[in-house]
């Protein structure tokens, strides 16, 4: 996509008019008691819209209208070619409104609109593209039996699924759990964070368009406290997938076993490494990688490699390079194609990484580079960046997820103690290591307990391969790639007794 100017985007921000209700039984409507929240920009503090405040009265209506469609089987059991030229036609409308959905993401999150406009023109519309692609791929199994039986395997929708969604990339997550679960053939019922209620509604509108049944796609927007519990309560919901934090993820399992026992999807918080071995070249490529996977979407990154555990030998020149780096970052304007880093998403959440920066410096971490205040900016909820160095694997900023722009340095001495130093968290999602070696980065990618690990380059693969987390990051669970389907997937086992005879 063509990248235009800030007047570009401020004249789509002006005349956008974004619908802010709930979307249920394919249209929209007010939540069920009338109130409404508002949604805020964060770059200005300025107030969006006020947005269906749902309930658990409405999750209750949304979910009798997901039952409904999934057992009349409009799209349940829809032919896969049919379901697929759906979803074909959802990626194409993405695509078209690709701008106005970013400038909304964009305008609600405070995300730079280049990463909009990459997540909302590229990503998402892929993402849909890609499952829909796989719908008529899809083989069941036929088991090895003797002549006297016919042992059939299938996959089936698993019916109503619960998608419950963060605010940090709000429709990329979105799409990575719709696109499996539409694909699969469930209905659902989509609580959208607080913060980024309003693409999530356009995306159910576009959907409709696209020759969605009603009932397939329900989005209530809502707080967790209600409308997320209602959700993980709900005895007829089947399942449910949610990405956010460890916290919230417990509650989850706690809902269903204190229900009717569906199963949990969890992608949830890290506190990935980003290991530097001794041999690696601090090269420029490194560096960015290193920046970036710090402070990219302003730290706010379920994978963000905030302990940078490098080797005592190559530390001075890496901390030098990354500090110059880093002090290049342009805070700013989110509608400025120009803009790296925008606005935290809240008051809040900036408040709460203030307070790990307070709990850095009283535990002894050495200040690298100070940029926190040094945005320039009178209004919002700004945040520029901060690089420790000397942390310890012991300090409160090495250990809890701070999700915000929040760079530390452990110094180590040798692979062995850069391993255990990257393994000692109760988190898992991620690693990066940098290594000429790669005998040495094969051994440590075995060892990382982490659900991706991303050798000589900061990524988190691409759509086709899976993505979720190790120990209180995650469950069983995987977003993208083939393997996003089992979170949407019943296996049946069909038995055919035959006789293999004619008479
Ligand atoms: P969060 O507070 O856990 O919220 C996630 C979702 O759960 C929101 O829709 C939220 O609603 C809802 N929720 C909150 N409290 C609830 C409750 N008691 N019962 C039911 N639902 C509830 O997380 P967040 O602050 O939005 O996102 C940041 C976290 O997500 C970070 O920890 C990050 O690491 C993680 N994350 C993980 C991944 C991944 O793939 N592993 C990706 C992105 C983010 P409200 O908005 O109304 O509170
Ligand atoms: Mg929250």
């Not at 990329?172 to 980024?196: D, F, H, I, R």
């Amino acid at each position: 996509m063509t990248e235009r100017n800030t007047a570009h985007y401020q004249e789509i921000a002006g005349r956008l008019s974004p619908s802010s209700k709930a979307f249920i039984d394919g249209r929209f409507v007010a939540a069920r008691g009338g109130a409404t929240f508002e949604t805020c920009n964060p770059a200005t503090g300025e107030v969006i819209a006020a947005v269906a405040h749902c309930q658990a009265e409405d999750v209750d209506i949304a979910t009798a209208s997901a039952r409904r469609v999934f057992a009349d089987g409009a799209w349940s059991r829809a032919a896969p070619e049919a379901r697929k030229l759906v979803l074909l036609r959802l990626a194409d409308l993405v695509r078209a409104n690709a701008e106005d959905l970013a400038v909304l993401e964009s305008l609600e999150s405070g995300k730079p609109i280049r990463d909009c406009l990459r997540e909302i023109g590229e990503e998402v519309p892929n993402t849909f593209q890609w499952y829909a692609e796989l719908i008529d791929k899809t083989f069941g199994k036929v088991a090895a039996t003797g002549e006297a039986a016919l042992a059939m395997i299938v996959r089936e929708p698993a019916g109503v699924a619960g998608l419950v969604l963060p605010w940090n990339f709000p429709l990329l997550m979105a799409a990575w759990k719709l696109a499996p679960a539409l694909a699969s053939g469930c209905s659902t019922v989509v609580k959208p964070a607080e913060q980024t209620s309003l693409t999530a509604l356009r995306l159910a509108e576009l959907a409709s368009e696209a020759g969605l049944p009603d009932g397939v796609l329900n989005v209530l927007p809502g707080m967790g406290e209600t409308a997320g519990q209602a959700i993980g309560r709900h005895p007829d919901i089947d399942l449910v997938s949610f990405t956010g934090s460890t916290e919230v993820g417990a509650h989850f399992l706690r809902y269903a076993s204190e229900s009717n026992l569906k199963p949990v999807g969890l992608e949830m918080g890290g506190k990935s490494p980003f290991i530097v071995l001794d041999d690696a070249e601090i090269s420029d490529d490194l560096v960015e990688n290193a920046v970036t996977s710090a402070f990219w979407n302003g730290g706010q990154n379920c994978s963000a490699n905030m302990r940078q555990i490098v080797a005592m030998k190559v530390r001075d020149e890496f901390l030098d390079r990354v500090v110059k780096r880093t002090a290049q970052l342009r805070i700013g304007d989110p509608l400025d194609p120009e803009t790296d880093m925008g606005p935290m998403v809240s008051d809040e959440q900036r408040n709460r990484v203030t307070g790990y920066l307070e709990s850095g410096r009283a535990q002894g971490a050495r200040t690298a580079l100070s940029l926190a205040e040094a945005h320039g900016r009178a209004s919002g909820s700004f945040l520029g960046p901060t690089v420790f160095d000397d942390v310890t694997p012991q300090m409160t900023i090495a250990r809890e997820e701070i999700f915000g722009p929040v760079l530390g340095v452990i110094p180590v001495g040798s692979v062995e103690q850069a391993l255990q130093t990257a393994n000692d968290t109760v988190y898992g999602l991620h690693a990066t290591i940098y290594t000429r070696d790669l005998d040495k980065a094969l051994f440590m990618a075995r060892r990382l307990a982490c659900g991706t690990v991303s050798v000589n380059g900061f990524t988190e693969g691409d759509l086709k391969t899976p993505f979720g987390g190790y120990k209180r990051s995650g469950s069983f669970a995987r977003d993208k790639g083939v393997e996003a389907m089992d979170q949407y997937l019943q296996t049946k086992t069909i038995w055919i007794t035959t006789h293999a005879r004619w008479s």
